[in-house]
């Protein structure tokens, strides 16, 4: 936008000279500390705020996380050291009667009462998947009986909750009761099996989780678990009464601590160490937490504003008084404006200046009128993205918004859906940046305008997704797949920069129905091939492909197994291109061929793990995510080429020692700060467990007794050669107080450390 001239008024311009001399004078002082006591004093006292919450919270979560992974363990002891796996391989209905079964389930209640003595534990039952058995502490007896009269339940709802009985259950929490008084959770066993036997049920007290989440802070309104999803699992104080669910954005990949302010209450949320899926959450009073904040805040505005309307005050009276003479000459013009500014040619006054502002106005509403005129594409292809998406399906409301913008269109007509999905790697076509990225498909869209001479509309749905809506030209007489033909040819244009795919969709003949044709159009993508060249898929496509096994045979696996206990690797990687080979000369969707790889990969991941205990679980979830990104058939084959690489060549003992070697100079350097071993784990693709072992074999001391002994050699240090205190002492060698500091020097030395400074000074 122009710059608006100042208005050369002899009354503004005494204001403003007055006003300016205040402004130096006074206000500059005056602005200046309310910043300082706006930005540094209020900043450090909201940072303060937020760290004490942050403390809180890490104990709350630390001690509850505690409680679970206690409950967890004594879960996973019940299972594995039961009777279980003895009583399943009894032949027969379990319910029936028989000496041997009648001890093994008699051996499983007297488990069940021990897991029941935990703390947190109200109830705790097995029930059997495969067969209509269910054994607590008290009883065993069928499934229907049980939950119609020892732990009763309505139809619809004993439903709901048989039906979670399926899958792997790792302690996974149930929603609450309807009756609020306790929650579930599931463990299903054996543990690594997607089709467990037995699911171990443990209600949860709410009353005894409500008392372990309690904060006792007057500034925490109330505390919460919240699940995966969102939802609540168990509350305290008034977040119940407040939040039923929390939204699922909230739950972001970081684990980091979040303080999420909203009006006059503060969302906090820690990530739970016992299921990343899970939070912590308090639901924190602002007014009471943030109140020496919002007071100094408060003060400072009310002094900087009552500072600025003074001298706002001032320079205006002064300035009114001096501007009476030319006072009437202003009201009469409110009413002949126009006329008035075209007369006037004086310059330096303020007609000229109200001429000179008109002339801007003229030029400002040209400006604006040409931007939206150059909006109108964008909108208009915004509009047909909300009815290829089906928000907009009422052919009335379709009129209505499309008469709004401008864009006219027949109403009734034929009108065919092509999506043309395009896929980007940079390792085959070179990495684009996102403003490569969209002039790429602005010359795209024109070309395909260009050699499509039907009436055809272009809108972009996604980034890697580009919509073609064609009507049918009643002269022309063209299919849908001839138009796909040519759009095609405008595809083969741009095989350097992306892999294309065409998916025709249905032929519709009301504009409201073109989300039909767009749903079938990216549904028949979903069919499309490894092929390399621009593929075009439509109905016919899925009575073309034939069937093709997309898993490994047991033989294919234990061939596989066998290559590698034999080390014949290259065999290995040559069989896995052979198989993929074959699925695409099988016309295998490219699908399906995933699937094929995924099982292969695994089958490779299942033969390393039993030689190599340096590669971790992101690790190998990263592996499938490059296969699920493959689109072509030079890409899988890049990529089991790089798998072969990295999981079937030994690691160097050298490097191992050189990151040894880095490991420990951090360590030397940085003593005096928190070293997590799961940082240096993680940098070396290790388990912890995996990583101790060979920091012992490396170093010649555990990870522990070498940190320790390390800080003990500085500590000493600091007693013979300086006369500081204790506390600081053990803050400067890593100790979080002095009774850690000094209970860690008399296990390695035998004596305190104050002794030791007496005896050798």
Not at 92 to 107: C, K, P, V, W
């Amino acid at each position: 936008m122009i710059p608006i001239p100042r208005p050369r008024s002899f009354r503004i311009a005494l204001f403003w000279r007055h006003f300016a001399n205040y402004f130096v004078v006074i206000l500059i002082p005056v602005i200046v500390a309310c910043t300082l006591a706006h930005f540094l004093v209020v900043s450090l006292i909201e940072k303060d705020a937020q760290k004490l919450n942050r403390v809180i919270m890490s104990r709350f979560s630390e001690q509850t996380d505690t409680a679970f992974n206690s409950l967890k363990t004594n879960m996973i002891n019940m299972l594995s050291t039961s009777n279980i796996r003895s009583l399943l391989k009894e032949a027969g209905d379990l319910s029936g009667e028989n000496t041997q079964r009648m001890e093994l389930i008699h051996a499983l209640r007297e488990q069940l009462i021990k897991l029941q003595s935990d703390e947190l534990v109200t109830k705790a039952y097995l029930v059997f998947a495969h067969h209509d058995l269910v054994i607590d502490v008290d009883t065993y007896t069928d499934k229907s009986y049980y939950f119609d009269f020892r732990y009763p339940m309505g139809a619809e709802e004993k439903a709901a909750y048989l039906a979670k009985f399926t899958n792997k259950k790792m302690m996974e929490f149930t929603e609450p009761k309807p009756d609020g008084s306790a929650l579930s959770a599931l463990m299903s066993y054996p543990f690594n099996t997607n089709v467990p036997e037995v699911y171990l049920v443990v209600d949860v007290s709410r009353d005894k989780l409500q008392r372990l989440i309690n904060i006792r802070e007057n500034w925490v309104a109330g505390t919460a678990i919240v699940g995966s999803r969102g939802e609540i699992i168990s509350s305290n104080g008034v977040v119940s009464d407040g939040i039923s669910r929390i939204p699922s954005p909230l739950a972001a990949d970081s684990g980091e601590s979040k303080f999420l302010i909203t009006n006059d209450k503060a969302i906090s949320l820690v990530k739970s160490g016992f299921d990343d899926t899970s939070y912590y959450l308090s639901l924190v009073d602002l007014p009471t937490l943030m109140k020496p904040a919002h007071l100094t805040r408060l003060i400072s505005w009310i002094f900087l504003a009552f500072f600025i309307v003074v001298g706002s005050f001032v320079s205006y009276y002064l300035s009114r008084r001096m501007y009476r003479p030319i006072l009437e000459i202003k009201e009469g013009l409110k009413s002949h404006r126009s006329a008035q500014v075209l007369q006037m040619r004086s310059d330096g006054n303020d007609y000229d200046v109200i001429k000179r502002f008109s002339q801007l106005i003229i030029s400002e509403n040209k400006q604006l009128n040409q931007r939206v005129t150059g909006m109108f594409p964008i909108v208009q292809e915004h509009f047909v993205t909300k009815i290829l998406l089906g928000e907009y399906r009422d052919a009335l409301s379709i009129e209505t918004y499309a008469g709004e913008i401008g864009f006219t269109y027949t109403k009734k007509a034929a009108r065919t859906v092509l999506g043309i999905a395009l896929h980007y790697d940079p390792d085959v076509y070179g990495r684009l940046s996102e403003t490569s990225k969209s002039f790429l498909m602005a010359e795209l869209k024109e070309r395909i305008l260009q050699l499509v001479p039907s009436t055809i509309w272009l809108c972009g749905i996604k980034s890697d997704l580009l919509v073609c809506v064609i009507q049918k030209d009643p002269f022309l007489s063209r299919s849908p797949e001839e138009e796909a033909n040519l759009i095609r040819a405008a595809l083969q244009l741009y095989g350097s920069y992306f892999k294309a795919t065409i998916g025709i969709g249905r032929t519709v003949y009301g504009i409201e129905e073109l989300h039909l044709s767009y749903e079938q159009a990216v549904s028949v993508l979903q069919r499309r091939g490894l092929n390399a060249n621009v593929e075009i898929c439509s109905g016919q496509s899925a009575l073309d492909s034939t069937q093709c096994d997309t898993f490994l045979s047991v033989q294919e696996v234990g061939r596989i197994l066998n290559r590698c206990k034999t080390r014949d690797y290259d065999k290995l990687l040559q069989s896995a291109y052979e198989m993929v080979e074959e699925a695409v000369r099988k016309n295998a969707t490219a699908v399906q061929i995933k699937y094929l790889c995924t099982d292969i990969l695994n089958t490779w991941v299942r033969a390393v793990e039993t030689e190599r205990k340096d590669f971790n679980v992101p690790f190998y979830a990263g592996l499938f995510d490059k296969v699920n990104a493959c689109m072509t058939l030079e890409e899988v084959k890049r990529c089991f080429r790089e798998f072969h690489e990295l999981l079937f060549q030994p690691a160097k003992g050298d490097e191992r020692a050189g990151k040894f070697t880095d490991i420990l100079a951090y360590i030397h350097e940085h003593y005096d700060e928190e070293l997590s071993i799961e940082q240096f784990a993680n940098s070396m693709n290790m388990s912890v467990g995996h990583f101790s072992r060979t920091f012992k074999e490396e170093v010649g001391e555990k990870y522990v007794e070498y940190i320790a002994k390390y800080r003990l050699v500085k500590a000493k240090e600091l007693l013979l050669q300086t006369d500081l205190k204790m506390d600081d002492i053990a803050e400067k060698v890593g100790y979080w107080g002095r009774n850690s500091f000094i209970r860690m020097f008399r296990k390695y030395e035998g004596i305190t450390p104050a002794k030791y400074r007496t005896i050798h000074q």
